[in-house]
C-alpha cells in the first residue's frame, strides 16, 4: 500500500539530496514555514520524473565533496531547463555552477567554517535582510567563475561569490548554509524564496493531514483487521489514536511490556489507552521471553536486531490468537527513515521501528501513517487529535528501551537498577523545573566498576552516566548545560538510593560527533 498522505493539491517544494548533513533540517525548515517538502536522492529521481510531480520548487541540499571529484553526486543538467526555481546551498550552488558552465576552484585562502559576515546585494533572495549579516559557512571549493547569465549577489572577505542568482530562470545559490539557526536571516532568505520565487501560498498544514490521513485509511482499511504495535511513545501513540479515529474497534493494539521499559511505564501505558480512548488493547508481559533471547548477548546491534526480530515474533502470535490480521501498522518517522539507511543515507543507527525488521513477516501489508512526519509534526499532530499533553511531550524513548542504555549483557538485575537510577534522575530534572530546558534526559548503566568509600568499607560497584541534549530536530544535538545543584542531587540519591552504584558521571558530548543514545 502506498503511504503518502499528501493531497495531490498539496504545493511541494523538493529537497534533492546530494549527500550532505543538513538535508533534513531543510525539509523542516521549509514545513516551519506551512510548505510541504519531501526528501529525494539526487540518484533515484529523474529530471522528467521531477517536471511531471509538479513541485514549486527544488532545493539542492549540500554534499561532502568536490564537484569535480568523479565520486561525488552529479546530475543531469536538464533539470536547470525545466523552469522550476532552484535554491542550491553549499555544494548545491557549486554543483549549479558545474553544470551551467561556471568554474569552481579550490584554494586554501578561501575556505571558510564557521560563522561568517555575508555581504548582500539588493535582491528579492535577501528581502528584508540587512546589508551585513552573520551566516554560517563550511566549505574549501569556491565559485571563481559564475556561469553565463548568473550575477554575483554576496561576498565575503574569503569567499568573492558568496551568493549568485540568474533571475530570468530563477535560478539561485548560496555559499552558506541559510537552514542553520546561526545563519541570523536565513529563516527570511528561504521564505523569500518559497513565497517571492516560488510563489507557493503555504497550505501545508496538520488539520489537513490528520483530515487526510483519517480519509485514507478509513477508505482503504475498511473491512479489515489492523494490528498496532504500541510503545507508549509519543509516535505509536499518534498513529494509534489516528488509526483508531479511522477504523475504530477494527484496529487491535498490542503493547508488548518487553521488560526493557521505564519504571512503571507499562501501567501507565495500559491505563491511558485502555480506559481513557477505549481502545482495544492487548498487554503482552514478555519480559522472560526477551531476556532469555539476549541473555550473553554484548554486541550492540546484535542485540538491536534480536529486539526487533522478537517483537514480529510476538505480533504474529497474537495475530494468530486474533485470526487473520491484514496490517500491521507502526510509528515510523521521517528521521527514522533517513537514519536506519534508508535511500543513500549511512546507516547511523537501526534500532528505530523500521530497524531490525525480519526479511518475511505474516501481514499482508505494513502501514506507517506518520512516515512522512519530522517529530515536531508528529507532537502537533497528536494535539490536534486531542491526545493528552502528558503523553504527546513524553520523553522520547528508543523501541528497544533500556537495552540501548545498558552497555554489555542484559540482565533482569542491571535492568532493575538502571531503572531506578534513571527514575531518580528524571525526578531531579521535574523537581527544578528544567523539563522544557532539555529535550530528552537519561541514565545509561556502564559495563565500568570502579572502587568506592562507603561508611569505612571500600565498595567496588559500577558507574552511572546521566545524558541531557537539547536540539529541535535530533539530528545534531548539543549536550545540556543542566545545574551543578541538579546534577549534585541526582548523584547523591543515586549512589545513596541505588545499589551497587559507587560512580556517577555526566555526558558533555554532543551530537556529532556522538549519538544521543550510548548504543
Known sequence: MENKIISSKTEKILVLDFGGQYNQLI??????????????????????????????????????????DESSPHYDPAILDLGIPILGICYGVQLMVYMAGGVVSS???????????????????????????????????????????????????????????DESRKL???????????????TAMLRNFLFDVCGVTGDWKMESFIDNAIEKYTNELAGKKV????????????AAVLLHKAIGQNLTCVFVDHGLLRKDEGDFVENTFRKQFGMNLIRVNAEDRFLGKLKGVTEPEKKRKIIGEEFIRVFEDEAK??????????????????????????????????????????FDEIVEPLRDLFKDEVRKVGEQLGIPHELVWRQPFPGPGLAVRIIGEITKEKLDVLREADAIFREEVANAGMEKITNQYFAVLTDLKSVGVMGDARTYGRTIVLRAVTTDDFMTAEWTRLPFEVLERSSSRITNEVGGITRVVYDITSKPPATVEWE
Open 107 to 165: 584554494a586554501e585562502n578561501s575556505s571558510e567554517y564557521g560563522k561568517t559576515i555575508v555581504q548582500a546585494d539588493k535582491n528579492v533572495l535577501f528581502k528584508d535582510v540587512p546589508e551585513k549579516s552573520v551566516c554560517w559557512m563550511s566549505h574549501t571549493d569556491f565559485i571563481s567563475t559564475p556561469p553565463q547569465g548568473f550575477s554575483v549577489i554576496a561576498r565575503t572577505d574569503k569567499c568573492p561569490c558568496a551568493a549568485i542568482c
Open 27 to 68: 525539509a523542516r525548515r521549509v514545513r516551519e514555514q506551512q510548505v510541504y517538502a519531501e526528501i529525494k536522492p539526487y540518484s533515484r529521481i529523474t529530471p522528467e520524473e521531477i517536471r511531471t510531480a509538479g513541485y514549486k520548487g527544488i532545493i539542492f541540499t549540500g554534499g561532502p565533496n568536490s564537484v569535480y
Open 172 to 186: 539561485y545559490g548560496v555559499q552558506f548554509h541559510p537552514e542553520v539557526t546561526h545563519t541570523e536571516y536565513g
Open 227 to 238: 494490528l498496532l504495535a504500541l510503545s507508549g511513545g509519543v509516535d505509536s501513540s499518534v
Open 321 to 362: 490468537k486474533l485470526g487473520k490480521i491484514n496490517v500491521l501498522v507502526q510509528g515510523t518517522i521521517y528521521p527514522d527513515v533517513i537514519e536506519s539507511g534508508k535511500g543513500d543515507s549511512a546507516v547511523i543507527k537501526s534500532h528505530h521501528n523500521v530497524g531490525g525488521l525480519p526479511d518475511v513477516i505474516s
